[in-house]
């Protein structure tokens, strides 16, 4: 598995180990000596994210809380992750109860879960909004819509996955 920061880049072999490169202005690309035993890596502009065998997540380069970004800050109740996914300035993680946990930057509500959300099979991180994929094959949207990225369309059904990129959905 790979993953394409802001800059920097991230590989996950296939010892469990995460080799990094590229900007590493914030520390963003210098792996920590023990986030170890990785199953999944993704990656932020400025934050690097990776998933442990154990459902737990690690994150580490700039967090920004003096920014009010706090990129780093994985929530302590975070134990049961199963699949994350990290874009810009916020990250999600997906919990095998099929709920989802969001941190980071959230002017726009891209962290802010809808709290009925549950049953959720995929997620994406996009810049400054969320998306889940369902297991009735439906998916919501939140954060920032300016360009139609949150909209998801009528009579959308039987999805499995969801994709975003900065400003689209898929």
């Known amino acids: 598995m790979v993953a394409a920061g802001g800059g920097q ?4 072999l296939n010892n469990g180990t995460v080799v990094a490169w590229g900007q590493n202005d914030h520390d963003q690309g210098s792996v920590p ?7 999944m890596v993704a990656a932020g502009w400025y934050h690097s994210v990776a998933l442990l065998t154990n459902g737990n997540v690690r ?5 920004g809380a003096y920014l009010g970004w706090h990129l780093t800050e994985v ?9 994350i996914s990290a874009q810009a ?3 999600l ?3 095998s109860n099929g709920t989802v946990v969001a941190w980071g930057y959230n002017e726009y509500g891209a962290t802010n879960v809808p709290p009925s959300l549950s049953n959720v099979v995929a997620i994406a991180a996009g810049f400054q909004f969320s998306l889940a994929a369902k297991a009735d094959g439906t998916v919501t949207a939140w954060g920032n819509t300016n360009y139609g990225q949150c909209t998801v369309p009528a009579g959308l059904s039987n999805v499995v996955d ?3 990129g900065p400003y689209h959905s898929l």
């Open 9 to 12: 880049s991230l590989a996950l």
């Open 33 to 39: 000596a023990d986030v170890t035993n990785v199953i």
């Open 59 to 63: 994150a580490w380069g700039l967090n």
């Open 75 to 83: 929530p302590a109740n975070l134990t049961n992750a199963t699949v």
């Open 89 to 91: 300035l916020h990250t």
């Open 93 to 95: 993680a997906l919990t």
């Open 162 to 164: 969801v994709a975003a």
